[in-house]
């Protein structure tokens, strides 16, 4: 089983819609996870942190269940410029330093 | 603009060749990592450093050598490198905040390599 897991899509979507990506992580003592996104032939950057009791962001709002093992990631009312692919990333323990990352989840906003 | 910088963008090299990248981070971060990332694959970590001194080797062949002279600056050096060696080399930085800490990440543009 992967570390972590996501289902690599694509996802395509109209302009306005809500979609929702999932990630499982295999390791239930990992610690920390974040979404990155990642343009095409672009570097990941950080979109957001998922902490326990989830946390939203303007049309972003990330979900952990740590009793399941996977973390969420849902986008309200989407622009053409949420077309990337979204990375779901976790903090392994034992390891101060190093992120697993997922190998992303390709969304494409229609017009 | 992340703070993180990479040279060359773009590097094409023969199995034969020496070359080496470069990333500069202007973030004052005392962490710096190399991560590969080939196509339809995840970032794969590859050399981690925390305040000068390696920490993390993730079984990287040594046809890949890293150097870090200081917190700001790191290379990769490359030598009879491999066809399937092909592919995004990012590097990163972050502030180690200390243990339990969550240290973001930020990553560099990348370099993409050509093995021919």
């Known amino acids: 089983r992967k570390e972590v897991e996501q289902d690599p899509g694509p996802f395509n979507v109209p302009e306005g819609a809500t979609v929702a990506f999932n990630c499982t992580y295999s390791n239930s003592a990992s610690q920390s996870f974040f979404w990155y996104r990642q343009d095409c032939r672009k570097e990941p950057k950080l979109l957001m942190s998922v902490y326990s009791s989830g946390n939203e962001d303007g049309r972003f709002t990330a979900q952990l269940n740590r009793a399941s093992q996977y973390i969420s990631l849902l986008i309200r009312d989407s622009k053409l410029s949420d077309s990337a692919t979204y990375l779901c990333v976790v903090k392994s323990p034992g390891s101060a330093r190093q992120l697993t990352f997922g190998s992303g989840t390709q969304l494409t906003v229609l017009p | 603009e992340t703070g993180v910088t990479q040279t060359p963008r773009h590097l094409v090299m023969g199995m034969t060749n020496k070359k080496s990248l470069k990333c500069e981070q202007h973030?004052?971060?005392?962490?710096m990592y190399w991560y590969k990332q080939s196509a339809k694959k995840p970032l794969e970590l590859m050399f981690v450093?925390?305040?000068?001194?390696?920490?993390e080797n993730n079984s990287v062949p040594s046809r890949f050598s890293p150097e870090c002279p200081n917190s700001s600056h790191l290379f990769l050096h490359l030598h009879t490198l491999q066809p399937e060696d092909s592919a995004l080399y990012l590097c990163?930085?972050?502030?180690?905040?200390?243990?339990?800490?969550?240290?973001?990440?930020?990553f560099g543009p990348g370099t993409r390599l050509t093995v021919l």
């Open positions: 450093y925390n305040f000068k001194e390696q920490t």
């Open positions: 990163a930085s972050s502030q180690v905040l200390g243990a339990g800490g969550i240290d973001t990440q930020y």
């Open positions: 973030l004052g971060h005392n962490a």
